[in-house]
């Protein structure tokens, strides 16, 4: 069985504001304090069947993304300090800020950003900044775009994209109900779609229902995970709910639309992410799991126990109204993945 990390000492969370950019006076870290550039540890991380091998990665070389290769960045420190540490492009907007107060880095990147859209083609530099101290920057390539397909479990792990990717992948040809593609609602119309796809590309699921009546829910759709064979325990390197997130793409251009898609757990209950659909087009949407949340009933507004992480069994997606109801409802759904330690973007 893997070991658990509990808590944050191997997952580091990180903010799109930096601590070292905030008001008030930086705690420096001491006379004694020792680091060089030899001192962070590159490497690329490159799958290799079911697993991943690491080999030194430096800097001024590429970094393949079309080929599922990602960064794993290391440092110890002899006491604890404040640090940052930032991938940004050349070329755009593009950063990744990662921030902590430890004695330790030790993170996975795989062209993710602060804020979507993701890495892709281009240049990019690697800083690493301690109060009271120089800055040690360093620079590589980027080839292809993030796709996050075969990531470090340590990253993030992606369940489905309907692609036939994924720990939980569909099977291949139509939308049909089976236990390898779920279960799914049968007054909802299901179908798999390319035209006018997700940022992440080629298929997605379409979900449709138009029914006689106004209703505030239309159908679901659900797909097991957690399975006896592929067991979240064995995977994730935390429960701290505060520091797991679930990502997914989501599309619904009908009115009156409610963003209701989480995570079954049989003790507790359906833990959803939930709120209006105010947006055109695809959107990225992130929650924690501390931000699933019961939406229904007398526990209502609960969220997903860290003990219960182990007893999720289902994915759920569903069809919802708000703020009113109605009698026709669509969701284009994608890419539907958990990272750890932030979400994808925000």
């Given at each position: 069985m893997?070991?658990?990390?509990?808590?944050?000492?191997?997952?580091?969370?990180?903010?799109?504001?930096?601590?070292?950019?905030?008001?008030?006076?930086?705690l420096?870290?001491?006379?004694?304090?020792?680091?060089?550039?030899?001192?962070?540890?590159?490497?690329?991380v490159?799958?290799?069947?079911?697993?991943?091998?690491?080999?030194?990665?430096?800097?001024?070389?590429?970094?393949?993304?079309?080929?599922?290769?990602?960064l794993?960045?290391?440092?110890?420190f002899?006491?604890?300090?404040?640090?940052?540490?930032?991938?940004?492009?050349a070329?755009?907007?593009?950063?990744?800020?990662?921030?902590?107060?430890?004695?330790?880095?030790d993170?996975?990147?795989?062209?993710?950003?602060?804020?979507?859209?993701?890495?892709?083609?281009?240049?990019?530099?690697?800083?690493?900044?301690?109060?009271?101290?120089?800055?040690?920057?360093?620079?590589?390539?980027?080839?292809?775009?993030?796709?996050?397909?075969?990531?470090?479990?340590?990253?993030?792990?992606?369940?489905?994209?309907?692609?036939?990717?994924?720990?939980?992948?569909?099977?291949?040809?139509?939308?049909?109900?089976?236990?390898?593609?779920?279960?799914?609602d049968?007054?909802?119309?299901?179908?798999?779609?390319?035209?006018?796809?997700?940022?992440?590309?080629?298929?997605?699921?379409?979900?449709f229902?138009?029914?006689?009546?106004?209703?505030?829910?239309?159908?679901a759709?659900?797909?097991?995970?957690?399975?006896?064979?592929?067991?979240?325990?064995?995977?994730?390197?935390?429960?701290?709910?505060?520091?797991?997130?679930?990502n997914?793409?989501?599309?619904?251009?009908?009115?009156?639309?409610?963003?209701?898609i989480?995570?079954?757990?049989?003790?507790?209950?359906?833990?959803?992410?939930?709120?209006?659909?105010?947006?055109?087009g695809?959107?990225?949407?992130?929650?924690?799991?501390?931000?699933?949340?019961?939406?229904s009933?007398?526990?209502a507004?609960?969220?997903m126990?860290?003990?219960?992480?182990?007893?999720?069994?289902?994915?759920?997606?569903?069809?919802?109204?708000?703020?009113?109801?109605?009698?026709?409802?669509?969701?284009?759904?994608?890419?539907?993945?958990?990272?750890?330690?932030?979400?994808?973007?925000?």
């Amino acid at each position: 069985m893997k070991k658990i990390l509990l808590g944050l000492s191997a997952i580091v969370m990180f903010a799109c504001t930096s601590p070292l950019a905030e008001n008030g006076p930086k705690l420096c870290p001491t006379e004694g304090f020792k680091f060089s550039v030899s001192d962070l540890d590159i490497k690329k991380v490159s799958p290799n069947g079911s697993n991943f091998i690491e080999s030194e990665f430096d800097l001024g070389s590429e970094l393949n993304l079309d080929a599922n290769e990602g960064l794993h960045l290391v440092a110890n420190f002899n006491e604890v300090v404040e640090w940052e540490l930032t991938i940004s492009s050349a070329t755009s907007s593009n950063k990744k800020v990662y921030a902590s107060k430890s004695n330790k880095i030790d993170v996975y990147w795989y062209g993710n950003t602060d804020v979507y859209p993701f890495f892709a083609d281009e240049n990019c530099k690697l800083s690493l900044r301690f109060p009271c101290k120089d800055v040690t920057e360093g620079s590589f390539k980027l080839k292809g775009k993030a796709n996050f397909t075969k990531t470090h479990p340590n990253f993030g792990i992606l369940l489905r994209d309907f692609d036939g990717n994924g720990l939980y992948p569909e099977k291949s040809g139509a939308a049909v109900n089976d236990v390898n593609n779920g279960w799914f609602d049968t007054n909802v119309t299901f179908s798999y779609e390319t035209e006018n796809g997700s940022p992440m590309g080629n298929r997605y699921l379409r979900m449709f229902r138009q029914a006689a009546d106004p209703g505030w829910y239309l159908g679901a759709h659900s797909f097991p995970v957690n399975t006896a064979d592929k067991k979240f325990e064995d995977i994730f390197p935390t429960t701290n709910t505060d520091s797991i997130f679930l990502n997914f793409f989501i599309r619904a251009e009908k009115p009156n639309t409610n963003l209701e898609i989480g995570l079954r757990n049989p003790g507790t209950g359906l833990h959803l992410a939930s709120g209006p659909v105010n947006w055109q087009g695809w959107k990225l949407v992130s929650r924690s799991f501390s931000n699933l949340k019961i939406t229904s009933g007398a526990r209502a507004g609960l969220g997903m126990p860290a003990d219960g992480i182990f007893k999720i069994n289902d994915m759920i997606l569903q069809l919802g109204a708000s703020p009113q109801q109605t009698n026709i409802l669509e969701y284009d759904y994608d890419f539907i993945f958990i990272s750890f330690g932030s979400p994808l973007a925000n």
